[in-house]
């Protein structure tokens, strides 16, 4: 069956950072492009950060340029991101997703595959 699991998340002080990681199953990540998108309370899903299925080529949100990193390891089957220099408004349930939905495709849970979401929060 094929499946996405984030780990990693957690509650860190301001300035803090956390090592976000999505382990896929049943499926290999190399043929996908892979992400991260977030939702806070209250507010809508968007898109953080994709690693194109293409060799180095990543995006990121504007807000995240500079603090957020995101690698993969397709031998391992499985897609990373760094956050250095959290902020408050980071805090959300972060979710990894195959084809970068919110980046470069629509929200289609029907079609792509969606982790359960790992909880981070950024606090003093």
């Known amino acids: 069956q094929e499946r996405l699991v984030e780990s990693g998340g957690g509650l860190v002080q301001p300035g803090g950072s956390l090592r976000l990681s999505c382990a896929a199953s049943?499926?290999?990540?190399?043929?996908?492009?892979i992400g991260w998108f977030r939702q806070a309370p209250g507010k809508e899903r968007e898109g953080v950060s994709c690693?194109?299925?293409?060799?180095?080529?990543?995006y990121y949100a504007d807000d995240v340029k500079g603090r957020f990193t995101i690698s993969r390891d397709n031998a391992k089957n499985m897609v990373t991101l760094q956050m250095n220099s959290l902020k408050p408004e980071d805090t959300a349930v972060y979710y990894c997703?195959?084809?970068?939905?919110?980046?470069?495709?629509?929200?289609?849970?029907?079609?792509?595959?969606y982790g359960q979401g790992t909880q981070v929060t950024v606090s003093s």
């Open positions: 997703a195959t084809n970068c939905p919110g980046i470069l495709s629509g929200w289609r849970p029907e079609y792509d595959y």
């Open positions: 049943g499926f290999a990540l190399d043929s996908y492009a």
């Open positions: 690693s194109s299925s293409s060799p180095g080529v990543t």
